[in-house]
């Protein structure tokens, strides 16, 4: 995902406010005052900051500077009585609220609840109500932890809930639809550009029926307690409550917010299925391969005998995989079992190290591991780019297992894709920025065994943690870059610039080719730069940033893994990849940088457009959420409305992707795929969303066969010609062959008169017709060598030249060959 925001969290401190709040802060922290003070002057909508010249596109130019705001005061809830609208909720009768006090940690620490799905929209719109609102861009709706807002604030996405000026007794409440055992509360402020608005601390309410409530108390004065919330935009605060409450409904109640700014928050709700009966189970689903258990999944759910409440959103898989975040170690764990469960088709190896030293590793699945094997297309998945985006390396380490166990278990499908194509997964492309990101929901870590699960033994142990992981704190940017603070997807070298000025002079394809652009000689040096010009541009479409766009840009340097990737890409001839992201849900495909500089985005199309489009919409229309007509859009921009798919800079440019380099300069198709509109779900979701992700994953693969495949070989020798050149009539970008002389040219259905030359040969133009039918199309070609090659041949052997081929010379002496 593109980072709307780049860690607005990291432009905190140029307001004063702490960054880094503790994100556990039961911990003794004193309570706000609770005198009355009265609300001051309220600072103007968008004041301090400066609005851009220009929404989007824009040839013109874009001013984007630091705002800096005074450090805020905290205001204190009005006490008075104010008037306000009654809000679209069921009467209530009056809460009686006992004083608040010291909050007390909780006596035993809760085992770790998962989140009710608020990030992860599994919680929808129609269980978030709130007492007002200040517009509908700033409904209960938006009130999600890490929901992102549009560019510009007053729309329909803004980014939290904000309860209106006059409410002086806000609350945003969250409908479990069950019992629900609540444990913990994390919130957010206002994601906003132009403003910063937080709550800064709240009280809890919890209810069964929406009209009677009772307060989260502390113990020892049975006081209401009241918790210390946000002190920076972006950093999610978590609180644990003093003791869980069962309940349908929790209630946050806004006491205290910045000075200035209005009752505005994002919030994620813990809570674990109650306790007792069999509906313990329910939304556990992730959780029992941590135990030994001979429970099929499918048993984690029963309905509820009862049958009194709607069913919990079914969450698990039928397949035995791992279903867990892997840190670095597990990782490589994982794959090494893998490789031993299915060594005749598996081989691990690495394609380089991060900045701190941490390998690289690609799981390999053929066949014939290790070997390119002739007519057989090599395809890859790049996942973890952006550290922070953790589900498509989860992804790609479940589809490793997967494909290893249907491999043994003789399954068709799975066979035919392992024989006929050579798999590539590198699950983790930053694995410096995954680490981050890990430290930081990993830290939490604790939690129970399997106590719901008859039968189940706990593998880690009662006093052993349970992981607890999910992007609950990590917020939205943290471990997006490796650890030199590079964004990879801006670091690899920008082809399009000199492809483009060349097409614009007339030379292609005649003199500069259309295709395998060379690497510019200043990215070959050791302490290469490249522009920051691209990373700069993406952010001011959605952040703050300090950089004019006239000034010269930073350079930032190539990264290591940029580097490592870039040899892979040139030592294998891949032909189809796709780069899996987190944050949205889309696919997007190439040009990921727009065309005419500066623009901020703008349909960019390849000349393969048709079948980049058909690529992503593959992906798109496999995938369970997006397939789904009635899901909500993640943040500010709903991409169902165009199938789930877009133009890559007709989104945002992007200068330096990996996908234009890949496409630019080597043979291999590539899209991003934006996997989930949390980057980093929870462990307990992982099994949902590989049962998204599953069919998705495996069709996009099987797409290598589209099109046409042949080997160019020499008419006499019949060996192979490599750097042959496939050129098809009216696609002005040409593919080539590898050094057995096999090609594969992705093509939709249609007939193509396809060309190939090479050096030293004449070249063969035939008619190859591309049907719907399962491909690859088998267009092979045998070139003849011209005689002027034949002669130089003969000569390099130090032989005479034959007499016919003397005279045959002479003829064609002063032609060109
Ligand atoms: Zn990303």
């Known amino acids: 995902m593109w980072g709307l925001l780049l860690a607005l969290a ?121 007492s007002s609102s200040q517009s509908f861009g700033l409904g209960p709706h938006r009130g999600r932890l890490n929901i992102q807002s549009g560019l510009e604030d007053g729309d329909l996405y803004d980014g939290a809930w904000c309860a209106e000026e006059q409410d002086a007794e806000p609350w945003f409440q969250v409908d479990a639809t069950h019992p629900t055992r609540f444990s913990g509360v994390i919130t957010q402020g206002r994601n906003s550009i132009w403003r910063y608005d937080w709550v800064t601390s709240y009280k809890v309410q919890f209810s069964n029926d929406s009209r009677t409530w009772w307060g989260s108390r502390n113990r020892s004065s049975g006081m209401d307690a009241v918790f210390p919330a946000n002190s920076d935009p972006e950093t999610p605060v978590l609180n644990l409550l003093p003791e869980p409450q069962v309940a349908r ?17 994002r919030a994620e709700i813990l809570a674990c299925p109650v306790s007792g009966g069999q509906s313990d189970k329910a939304g556990w689903a992730g959780y029992n391969l941590h135990c030994e258990c001979t429970l099929p999944h499918e048993l984690n759910s029963p309905p509820d005998p009862n049958d009194l409440f709607p069913e919990a959103p079914a969450l698990g898989s039928l397949d035995p995989l791992d279903f867990r975040h892997h840190n670095y170690k597990a990782m490589r764990k994982l794959m090494k079992q893998v490789n031993e469960q299915c060594p005749n088709i598996t081989r691990v190896y690495s394609i380089g190290k991060s900045h701190q030293g941490l390998k690289l590793y690609v799981m390999e699945m053929s066949d014939q591991p290790g070997e390119h094997e002739l007519g057989e297309p090599e395809v890859r998945y790049v996942a973890g780019m952006h550290g922070n985006e953790a589900l498509g390396r989860e992804l790609l380490l479940l589809l490793m297992q997967f ?86 997807n801006h670091n690899f070298a920008d082809l399009n610039t000199p492809l483009w000025e060349a097409e614009d002079d007339g030379l292609v394809p005649d003199t500069v080719p259309n295709h395998h652009l060379p690497l510019p000689a200043y990215y070959t040096l050791p302490n290469a730069t490249v522009s920051i010009l691209g990373a700069v541009a993406e952010a001011t479409v959605g952040a703050l940033v300090s950089v004019s766009r006239h000034s010269s840009p930073a350079p930032v340097q190539v990264a290591p893994e940029t580097r490592a990737v870039i040899d892979w890409m040139e030592r294998i001839p891949f032909v189809l990849s796709a780069n899996l992201h987190g944050g949205e849900l889309v696919v997007s495909y190439p040009f990921d940088m727009t065309r005419t500089p500066w623009a901020a985005r703008e349909l960019t199309p390849t000349p393969d457009d048709t079948v980049f489009r058909w690529l992503s919409t593959v992906y798109a229309g496999t995938n369970r959420v997006m397939q789904d007509p009635d899901r909500r859009p993640c943040h500010n921009q709903d991409f169902s ?107 939709t259905p249609g007939d193509y008169m396809v060309t190939a030359s090479a050096e030293g040969y004449h070249t063969v133009t035939r008619n190859c017709r591309v049907t719907f039918e399962e491909g690859p199309v088998p267009c092979n070609f045998r070139l003849t060598k011209t005689p002027k090659q034949r002669l130089r041949e003969l000569l390099a052997a130090g032989a005479k030249v034959p007499p016919d081929l003397r005279r045959r010379l002479e003829r064609l002496r002063g032609q060109k060959d």
């Open 10 to 130: 990291a432009f905190a401190p140029a307001v004063g406010v702490g960054v880094g709040a503790p994100s556990t802060s039961v911990l003794g922290l004193a309570p706000p005052a609770t005198t009355g003070a009265p609300i001051s002057t309220p600072a103007p909508r968008s004041s301090p900051a400066q609005p851009p010249a220009e929404k989007n596109n824009g040839t013109s130019e874009q001013h984007v500077q630091f705002r800096i705001i005074k450090k805020k005061k905290i205001v204190m809830k009005k006490r008075k009585k104010l008037i306000r609208p009654r809000p679209l909720v069921t009467d209530r009768p009056p809460v009686t609220t006992s004083p608040a006090e010291t909050l007390d940690l909780p006596e035993k620490q809760e085992p770790g609840c998962p989140p009710l799905g608020l990030e992860s929209l599994r919680v929808t719109d129609n269980q978030l109500e709130a």
């Open 249 to 265: 409904f929790i209630r946050l109640l806004p006491q205290t917010w910045l000075e200035g700014g209005t009752s505005c928050l």
């Open 403 to 488: 494909l290893c166990r249907e491999f043994l278990r003789g399954d068709p499908r799975v066979t035919r894709l392992l024989t006929e194509t050579r798999i590539h997964l590198l699950p983790s492309m930053n694995p410096d920025g995954y680490e981050t990101a890990f430290r930081r929901v990993g830290r939490l870590a604790q939690g129970p065994p399997c106590p719901f699960l008859p039968g189940a033994r706990s593998l880690l142990g009662l006093n052993k943690p349970l992981p607890w992981q999910g992007s609950e704190l990590v917020g939205w940017a943290e471990g997006r870059w490796n650890k030199q603070g590079i964004d990879l």
């Open 641 to 747: 409305l165009h199938g789930n798919v877009i133009n890559g800079a007709d989104w945002h440019t992007v200068p330096g992707s990996m996908n234009d380099f890949s496409y630019l300069h080597t043979n291999c198709f590539e899209v991003t795929v934006e996997l989930s509109c949390d980057k980093f779900p929870h462990e307990n979701e992982l099994p949902q969303e590989w049962e998204n992700n599953k069919d998705a994953l495996l069709t996009y693969l099987e797409q290598v066969r589209m099109g046409i495949a042949g080997v160019v070989r020499d008419k006499d020798t019949e060996l192979g010609i490599a750097d042959a050149v496939i050129a098809v009539d009216g696609i002005n970008h040409d593919v080539t062959t590898a050094w057995g002389g096999d090609y594969w040219r992705l093509l």
